[in-house]
């Protein structure tokens, strides 16, 4: 059976990005506080995934394995993720400003962490983790509702859900501000400000299912996305069910969000700038942008948390530090770039 020139470009392609990635994900794994070479991390990873048993210092293997080569694959899954959700969040609200936590759900998981560490909310039976992804599905819901009784399509979302960070926002200053000690407090704000550290094996077991997952479920609606690029009374005259892709790509949005916000904290710019790199990049075709954003969130991600933890020397800065860093200038120039529409 003959192969077309079109089928050998997306292999190519595919393959390209696979190695990308790979090379991406052994930097983050060889990168940190103490570099260690890279090909010390294969041999490491040949020997937990193949047996390949060779002779490694145990201290070496053990922050390579247990520490680094997870940090890398939950950031990888956190920036694919929220990317891939920005794209979908631009598309079906034609707004160039959309981004996952315009849904509220960042100021929401903010609050469920909050209420579980400083509160004591389930009486040391549910993590900080479960807490925050709990509080971003109480305020996705609530951003939901108000969207749903306002009535008015994509310009309802993003209105209840500024009103929706705001009060999320305004109850997690208050619990800090009345009740937290200063550690707790220091610790809150970390966390709010996104934070790598404390990521193991159990969290790459959640966040790369659902990073996967939800580009798959988004990828069989590319087609459905193209045609939101009119507003959604020409999508519904292509024979798109308008009201059951709203609801679908929005909860997989949120619930991919709330998911990595519940691991690795608030982290800001990757869903509101990646999306546009993406579209600069491979055009606006949704079966392109996608995966493409999925790749570029997954690389930068990466990136920062190498940068985050290489910066200060002897200190590890937050994440979301690093990405509103890059990511603000990076937005204005793309703003600055594009056209104006008169």
Not at 56 to 77: C, F, T
Not at 90 to 96: E, M, P, V
Not at 114 to 137: H, I
Not at 260 to 274: A, D, E, K, W
């Given at each position: 059976?003959?192969?077309?020139?079109?089928?050998?470009?997306?292999?190519?392609?595919?393959?390209?990005?696979?190695?990308?990635?790979?090379?991406?994900?052994?930097?983050?794994?060889?990168?940190?506080?103490?570099?260690?070479?890279?090909?010390?991390?294969?041999?490491?990873?040949?020997?937990?995934?193949?047996?390949?048993?060779?002779?490694?210092?145990?201290?070496?293997?053990?922050?390579?394995?247990?520490?680094?080569?997870?940090?890398?694959?939950?950031?990888?899954?956190?920036?694919?993720?929220?990317?891939?959700?920005?794209?979908?969040?631009?598309?079906?609200?034609?707004?160039?400003?959309?981004?996952?936590?315009?849904?509220?759900?960042?100021?929401?998981?903010?609050?469920?962490?909050?209420?579980?560490?400083?509160?004591?909310?389930?009486?040391?039976?549910?993590?900080?983790?479960?807490?925050?992804?709990?509080?971003?599905?109480?305020?996705?819901?609530?951003?939901?509702?108000?969207?749903?009784?306002?009535?008015?399509?994509?310009?309802?979302?993003?209105?209840?859900?500024?009103?929706?960070?705001?009060?999320?926002?305004?109850?997690?200053?208050?619990?800090?501000?009345?009740?937290?000690?200063?550690?707790?407090?220091?610790?809150?704000?970390?966390?709010?400000?996104?934070?790598?550290?404390?990521?193991?094996?159990?969290?790459?077991?959640?966040?790369?299912?659902?990073?996967?997952?939800?580009?798959?479920?988004?990828?069989?609606?590319?087609?459905?996305?193209?045609?939101?690029?009119?507003?959604?009374?020409?999508?519904?005259?292509?024979?798109?069910?308008?009201?059951?892709?709203?609801?679908?790509?929005?909860?997989?949005?949120?619930?991919?969000?709330?998911?990595?916000?519940?691991?690795?904290?608030?982290?800001?710019?990757?869903?509101?700038?990646?999306?546009?790199?993406?579209?600069?990049?491979?055009?606006?075709?949704?079966n392109k942008v996608l995966p493409a954003a999925a790749l570029i969130g997954a690389i930068f991600m990466i990136a920062a948390d190498i940068l985050s933890r290489k910066i200060?020397?002897?200190?590890?800065?937050?994440?979301?530090?690093?990405?509103?860093?890059?990511?603000?200038?990076?937005?204005?120039?793309?703003?600055?770039?594009?056209?104006?529409?008169?």
């Amino acid at each position: 059976m003959k192969v077309g020139p079109a089928a050998l470009r997306i292999t190519a392609i595919c393959l390209l990005a696979v190695v990308v990635l790979g090379v991406a994900l052994a930097a983050g794994a060889a990168l940190g506080e103490a570099p260690i070479p890279l090909v010390t991390v294969i041999e490491v990873v040949a020997n937990k995934v193949l047996g390949a048993g060779y002779a490694l210092d145990p201290i070496d293997e053990g922050i390579i394995w247990n520490y680094r080569v997870a940090r890398a694959l939950v950031a990888a899954s956190c920036g694919a993720s929220l990317a891939v959700s920005g794209v979908v969040l631009q598309s079906l609200l034609l707004n160039a400003l959309a981004d996952p936590y315009i849904l509220g759900i960042s100021a929401g998981a903010s609050s469920g962490a909050v209420a579980v560490a400083v509160l004591g909310l389930g009486g040391g039976l549910v993590s900080l983790s479960v807490g925050a992804f709990l509080g971003a599905v109480l305020a996705f819901a609530l951003v939901s509702f108000i969207a749903l009784k306002a009535g008015r399509g994509p310009a309802a979302i993003i209105l209840a859900g500024i009103a929706g960070s705001q009060l999320f926002n305004a109850l997690t200053s208050f619990v800090v501000t009345k009740v937290a000690t200063a550690d707790q407090a220091r610790g809150i704000m970390f966390w709010l400000l996104g934070n790598l550290s404390g990521v193991r094996w159990p969290d790459v077991s959640l966040a790369v299912p659902v990073a996967l997952g939800g580009l798959v479920i988004c990828l069989f609606y590319a087609r459905a996305l193209d045609a939101f690029a009119f507003g959604a009374d020409s999508a519904a005259s292509l024979g798109i069910p308008v009201r059951r892709v709203y609801i679908m790509m929005i909860a997989i949005a949120a619930g991919t969000t709330a998911t990595m916000v519940s691991i690795v904290g608030s982290i800001g710019f990757v869903g509101l700038v990646i999306p546009h790199v993406a579209r600069l990049t491979v055009g606006v075709r949704h079966n392109k942008v996608l995966p493409a954003a999925a790749l570029i969130g997954a690389i930068f991600m990466i990136a920062a948390d190498i940068l985050s933890r290489k910066i200060i020397p002897g200190q590890v800065l937050p994440i979301g530090v690093m990405t509103a860093l890059v990511g603000a200038p990076a937005f204005a120039l793309i703003l600055m770039r594009r056209p104006a529409h008169r």
